[in-house]
């Protein structure tokens, strides 16, 4: 498959439009990565409620444990200090809930950066350059094999203006089988690819 054109002038833009795409892709990459790292950094409140339940829970747990042992009245103690310690876990809960919903929105963030990078350059990048290289890939089968096939794709696709520099009645000299204008064509339709025409080319006599 030809992905670049023979020519310098068509190659050295392809190869600029590449390196385009490539420096597009490093900076939303860059973009997506700083989206992703700003809205992770809302997990701060969240991270905070995970580390007062911890400590609730653990003083609680501890005062607890302390006036279990106090007489007559240690088992009441203990279960209402209990209750504190199930509110630590509740906070902590909140906290890991929120922390988690914060990741996912960054996740989501750094996506629609890199969604919004792809479209773009589908569209106006790569479509075109696999566009490119299928008609290329087929004019180098072509511009020996079947150069007629070139000149009747330069008939539909270059400007009449250039084709009636090569004859006054281009289509009617294809269809005599016309060498010189059959060749002159497909030359049309290689340079509009920016490919060299064929070193030698065969022609049948007029159909």
Same mark, same amino acid.
């Given at each position: 498959? *030809?992905?670049?054109?023979?020519?310098? =002038?068509?190659?050295?833009?392809?190869?600029? @439009?590449?390196?385009?795409?490539?420096?597009?892709?490093?900076?939303?990459?860059?973009?997506? @990565?700083?989206?992703?790292?700003?809205?992770?950094?809302?997990?701060?409140?969240?991270?905070? +409620?995970?580390?007062?339940?911890?400590?609730?829970?653990?003083? +609680? /747990?501890?005062?607890?444990?302390? &006036?279990?042992?106090?007489?007559?009245? /240690?088992?009441?103690?203990?279960?209402?200090?209990? *209750?504190?310690?199930?509110? /630590?876990? +509740?906070?902590? !809960?909140?906290? *890991?809930?929120?922390? !988690? =919903?914060?990741?996912?929105?960054? %996740? =989501? &963030?750094? /996506? %629609?950066?890199?969604?919004?990078?792809?479209?773009?350059?589908?569209?106006?990048?790569?479509?075109?350059?696999?566009?490119?290289?299928?008609?290329?890939?087929?004019?180098?089968?072509?511009?020996?094999?079947?150069?007629?096939?070139?000149?009747?794709?330069?008939?539909?696709?270059?400007?009449?203006?250039?084709?009636?520099?090569? $004859?006054?009645?281009?289509?009617?000299?294809?269809?005599?089988?016309? #060498?010189?204008?059959? !060749?002159?064509? =497909?030359? %049309? @339709?290689?340079?509009?690819? #920016?490919? $060299?025409?064929?070193?030698?080319?065969? @022609?049948?006599?007029?159909?």
């Amino acid at each position: 498959m *030809r992905l670049y054109a023979q020519t310098p =002038a068509r190659a050295g833009r392809q190869v600029l @439009h590449d390196l385009g795409a490539v420096a597009w892709c490093a900076v939303f990459a860059w973009l997506s @990565h700083r989206a992703y790292l700003a809205v992770l950094g809302l997990q701060a409140p969240g991270l905070r +409620m995970i580390d007062a339940g911890r400590d609730l829970e653990r003083t +609680m /747990g501890d005062a607890a444990r302390t &006036a279990s042992r106090v007489p007559l009245v /240690g088992d009441d103690l203990a279960g209402a200090l209990d *209750r504190g310690t199930a509110a /630590g876990d +509740m906070l902590t !809960d909140a906290g *890991r809930t929120q922390v !988690d =919903a914060v990741s996912s929105g960054a %996740l =989501a &963030a750094a /996506g %629609l950066v890199v969604l919004l990078a792809l479209i773009p350059l589908v569209r106006w990048w790569l479509l075109p350059r696999i566009e490119y290289a299928r008609a290329a890939t087929a004019a180098c089968e072509l511009r020996t094999a079947a150069p007629d096939l070139l000149a009747l794709r330069a008939l539909s696709t270059v400007p009449y203006r250039k084709l009636r520099a090569v $004859h006054e009645d281009p289509a009617a000299a294809w269809r005599e089988g016309s #060498g010189a204008v059959i !060749d002159s064509l =497909a030359a %049309l @339709h290689l340079a509009r690819l #920016g490919l $060299h025409r064929a070193e030698t080319s065969e @022609h049948r006599p007029g159909r």
